[in-house]
Nanobody, 125 residues
Framework: VQLQASGGGLVQAGGSLRLSCVVS????????MGWFRQAPGKEREFVAT???????????FYADSVKGRFSISRNNAKNTVWLQMNSLKPEDTAVYYC????????????????WGQGTQVTVSS
């Protein structure tokens, strides 16, 4: 199983970034996907998750801290999940990880057995 995350970078506060995660080696269409982040000295925290359904049929869940600013989506034909991040704040600075699990979405990172390598997002004030 491989998860390849990309799209991170340096952006000013108020800006936007779109993270991508391409998955191989598992049945993507039956896999729930999640995005998590980890800032220096902090625990890994939940950002967003989406169930296995494609496009707008995928149920989505967000951390309160990103609700209304971030959007998770997927395309099962492309084995890809995205995290659109708008109105970025300095406190969003972290390494962002995509993760996969069979079954229903979860906010707990311990429920995800498969992880990408992470992509750095830095938001300057």
């Amino acid at each position: 199983v491989q998860l390849q995350a990309s799209g991170g970078g340096l952006v000013q506060a108020g800006g936007s970034l779109r993270l991508s995660c391409v998955v191989s080696g598992l049945t993507f269409s039956t896999t729930a996907m999640g995005w998590f982040r980890q800032a220096p000295g902090k625990e890994r925290e939940f950002v967003a998750t989406i169930n296995w359904r494609n496009w707008s049929g995928g149920a989505t869940f967000y951390a309160d801290s990103v609700k209304g600013r971030f959007s998770i989506s997927r395309n099962n034909a492309k084995n890809t999940v995205w995290l659109q991040m708008n109105s970025l704040k300095p406190e969003d600075t972290a390494v962002y990880y995509c993760a996969a699990r069979q079954g229903i979405p979860s906010r707990d990172y311990l429920d995800y057995p498969d992880w990408g390598q992470g992509t750095q997002v830095t938001v300057s004030s």
